[in-house]
């Protein structure tokens, strides 16, 4: 039985199945994404959406869905469904649905009267192509199948309206035809297994509404063109394969491209199959560079992103070769910042203050995962290069204080941390001066490159970390028991926040096992939920649990209440550390509110957010690489925890 499987009951019911989306990707770029009922409900769903390097670093929907008609004895039955203005569903074809899993690949299984017909889609690796099989299990009666492609041609974050501006030719090929709406985008080669009847019709649908747009207070109305339609008689027991991609395709190898790709796929069976598939989909490869999208489906190359989730995105689930490719791409950037001070055009943010500092935490996980010996004649140099960097003030945004040792940044014009929700260009939250998870990763990363030395190297980064450690507790440790957020001159935020979590968490610390404790019992108490910590305590002033309402309120809400489920990683090393072998079935029992996702929101991976208070609803982007990453890092972390 497949994992993620949902009966007729829930598809047909609307307000259970609309919210539940699913994602594919290529790894190269593209993806397909929309809801398991085949309605877009946000303008960046879409069947086949792909990267136009010449149009920019962002998305566009080239085909936004493909209608399949079912016809018997002339009578049609329209399986597409469709929201248009007014809330009104059209033409209803969900009604025909009696299951949907998504073990291998997602499959739709339709019943129209006496005929049984299945639909599986399929992303082709490396390549901006995705496959549909429809498989006639049962019919007794000859049976045509009818298929409309709806085009967009847009940008993923912009809508289309009517227009004349739009190229009408569509030139048949071998067993399809193909479009190119507007100058400048590729060419949409749109193609089947069977020699299809293709009859131009055009027209533009007009009205198209998504309504999780609607519901974020952005603009959700547009009009798509359908250019015309495909018929295909279908037999009982036959295969019938559509492919939509930016070259042409030779249809006789249709059959044997989606059973060679359909092989490599990864079942998923299990709550880590699951996650195993979500984080691959983030994974991307541009020639010999290799990177990850912080999620989708408007994720960037973050350079942030890419070093908390570089561990659990590759080392837990046994890709090794995998983060020493993406390491290196991010590195170099790294590197040429520290050399040049030059940014990187692919991976945004690489001179933000905490990069480095989070570099070194990702390489200490190799160290960890491998052996220390590895990881030094892998990346030594590396961490030697960015320690130096910091410590010689070198780092526009991240200096040392003299006479303490401790990191500090200015962050009062501009975001500095992860905390970055900003309005008109100001931070929101403006932690500036001395950061607690700044300082307690500059002091890890001191003391892992201590352990990775010798003699005189060995000597001057522990004195370093020395110095710093009885400021850090000066500094952070209040009369409380928790550590302040960030303190800049007399001020100490006095904000219960989960960043004193990522202090807590990590393998080197200040804080003696004692005050560890003190500081989990104040997280477990104030922002622990099943979806991860809190951003803020609801006991501190300006709490906002839901991430709702006008991108002004969400900006607002962002970074102050909802939970992130990225944080039960550091959360999760903290506890084990103070709690030891007892702490595991606790932590296991914190993960069951995560699996309970795997079946919401897009199913199989983890949203960007959740509501801070009960019942915890995800928000934002769909699938969030660093949430994912750092779930199955702890999962990874909890099975090495018990064989030890």
Known sequence: MSYLKFDKNLMINLEQSLPKEMLRTNQTGAYHCTTIVDCNTRK??????????????????????????????GAPFNLALHRYSGGVMNPNGHKYIREFDCESVPRTTYRVGGVILTKEKIFISNENRIL?????????????????????????????????????EIPEIDNGVSA????????????????PQWTYDPHWYNGFEYVKDLERGVPYTEDLWVPGYFDVPIKKGESLIFSAGLSEVSPKS???????????????????????????????KEGDDMFLISGYPWGKVLARNTFMALPGATIAINHREDFEKIAKTALTALDKFMETGNLDARIQGIDLPDIPLWAVWALQQYAKAYSREE?????????????????????????????????????????????????????????????VEFNALWYNALVFAARLTEGAEQEKYQ?????????????????????????????????????????????????????????????????????????LSPKSFGYRPNYLGSPEDREMALHNGPSRPWLIGFYSDA?????????????????????????????????????????????GAISHVTNVAEVLRTLTTLKKFTMD
Not at 180 to 195: T, V, W
Not at 403 to 408: P, R
Not at 520 to 526: A, F
């Open 132 to 168: 549909i099989r429809y498989t006639l299990v049962e019919a007794h009666s000859p049976t045509t199948l009818r298929f409309r492609p709806v085009l967009a041609f847009r940008d993923a974050n912009e809508l289309c309206i009517a227009n004349d501006a739009i190229n009408t």
């Open 575 to 619: 506890y084990l550390k103070v709690f030891g072998m007892s702490g595991v079935s606790y932590i296991d029992r914190m993960l069951i509110g995560f699996e309970d996702e795997m079946t919401q929101g897009c199913i199989g991976s983890l949203s960007q957010l959740y509501d801070g208070n009960p019942p915890y609803v995800g928000r």
């Open 44 to 73: 960046q769903h879409g069947l086949l959406v792909v990267p136009v390097p010449e149009l920019g670093n962002s998305w566009h929907v080239m085909l936004s869905s493909l209608d399949a008609t079912v016809y018997q004895h």
């Open 254 to 284: 249709l059959a044997k491209m989606y059973e060679k790709e359909i092989a490599q796929r990864t079942c998923r069976t299990s709550f880590f199959n699951c996650l195993k598939n979500a984080v691959k989909q983030c994974y991307l």
């Open 180 to 195: 190119c709406l507007y100058d400048g985008y590729p060419r949409l080669f749109m193609q089947f297994s069977h020699k």
């Open 375 to 435: 990881c030094a004649s892998m990346y030594l140099a590396d961490i030697k290069r960015i320690i130096d960097f910091i410590m010689e003030g070198k780092h526009p945004f991240l200096k040392v204080e003299p006479e303490s040792g401790m990191v500090y940044t200015h962050g009062t014009d501009k975001p500095m941390s992860w905390m970055n929700a900003s309005l008109g260009g100001r931070p929101i939250v403006p932690r500036t001066g001395y950061l």
């Open 463 to 535: 004195a370093a970390a020395d110095r710093m450690a009885e400021p850090f507790i000066h500094t952070f440790l209040n009369d409380y028991g928790y550590l302040y957020d960030y303190v800049a001159g007399t001020y100490a935020d006095p904000s219960v926040r989960p960043n004193m979590a990522i202090a807590v968490g990590l393998d080197y610390s200040p804080l003696d096992r004692r005050q560890r404790k003190r500081v989990l019992d104040i997280v477990t108490r104030e922002l622990l939920t099943p979806k991860g910590l809190r951003t």
